[in-house]
């Protein structure tokens, strides 16, 4: 008979992130009941589980549906149909109830759901900071915008009062957050000071600086970074140097950016432009 794998669990706050707790267990198949003390967003990756909450029994397993939780309830597992790979995301209370009151919400937000629908902006801006996380990322605009992306998802889609949107354009505080990234885009910047500079609360700022210019500000930001890295690498620098120039953490930084903006490795892009 084969030996069973080793579960594994590791926890960590992101530094620069107070409120936000991680855990991860891998090939788990224990049993856990816990009293929710915090928000919570569990992205299950691989193997399946029932849980009981709020008075009836779900299934999680992979794909997009998130489980969810809020402060105050219970949570117990009631079977485990193979060994569970997944992440949790716990949000201080504190966190989201900012959250809730800059975007308009009085009260300490109820969400609606256990599981989440599966094809929402919960899911995708959840999925993206649980894969930032997850590889630790030191880009702090990049943690931030997606923990505010997820946060404002989340209040919209299934706290019992949602948020109400504010069609207002405000172009000229974009294009003064534009010109500050763009003067600015080597260096760690975090949203707060972002947002402070051009006098919008951070929810604002993300939603109309992507309605205005297509990308939030993170990837506006890689997008910067990349096309100074081309233009670095076709001056015959090294892409080890090239990465700390831009504004980037190491090489394998800027190999899956420049990957998945240019399609290409930083070491071709640099031999296809001596070829010409």
């Known amino acids: 008979m084969p030996r069973a794998r080793p579960i ?17 267990v891998e090939d788990d198949t224990r049993l856990w009941t816990g009293h929710a003390t915090a928000y919570g967003l569990t992205v299950t990756y691989a193997g399946a589980f ?4 709020r008075q009836r029994v779900w299934t999680h397993g992979p794909g997009p549906r998130l489980k969810l939780k809020e402060p105050g309830e219970v949570h117990r597992d009631e079977r485990v149909h193979a060994p569970v790979t997944a992440q949790s995301i716990t949000l201080a209370p504190a966190l989201v109830e900012e959250a809730a009151r800059q975007l308009g ?11 989440s629908h599966g094809h929402g902006r ?3 801006t959840a999925l993206a900071l649980h894969q930032a996380l997850a590889r630790r990322t030191p880009d702090t605009l990049e943690r931030d915008s997606l923990l505010a992306q997820t ?12 948020p109400r949107v504010s069609r207002a354009t405000h172009r000229p505080a974009v294009s003064r957050a534009r010109d500050f990234l763009r003067a600015s885009y080597t260096r760690n910047v975090d949203l707060e000071s972002l947002a402070a500079s051009v006098g919008l609360n951070k929810f604002h700022l993300l939603r109309v ?8 500000p993170h990837e506006y930001v890689t997008h910067l970074r990349v096309a100074h890295a081309k233009t670095l690498l076709t001056q015959g ?11 980037l953490y190491d090489q394998s930084q800027l ?10 490795t930083p070491g071709q892009y640099a031999r296809a432009m001596r070829r010409q």
Do not use: K
């Not at 919400?105 to 256990?114: D, E, S, V």
């Not at 946060?151 to 949602?162: G, P, V």
């Open 8 to 24: 594994t669990v590791s926890t960590w706050t992101p530094a620069g992130a107070p409120g936000v707790q991680v855990l991860r």
């Open 50 to 53: 029932d849980f009981w909450y």
């Open 105 to 115: 919400l009085a009260a300490a937000p109820h969400l609606t759901h256990a599981v």
């Open 122 to 124: 919960t899911e995708t």
């Open 151 to 162: 946060l404002e998802a989340l209040l919209s889609e299934y706290a019992e009062t949602r």
């Open 209 to 216: 600086f992507r309605a205005e210019l297509g990308l939030p």
């Open 237 to 247: 620098r090294s892409a080890g140097d090239v990465a700390a120039e831009v504004g």
């Open 255 to 264: 190999n899956r950016h420049f990957g998945r903006i240019v399609g290409m």
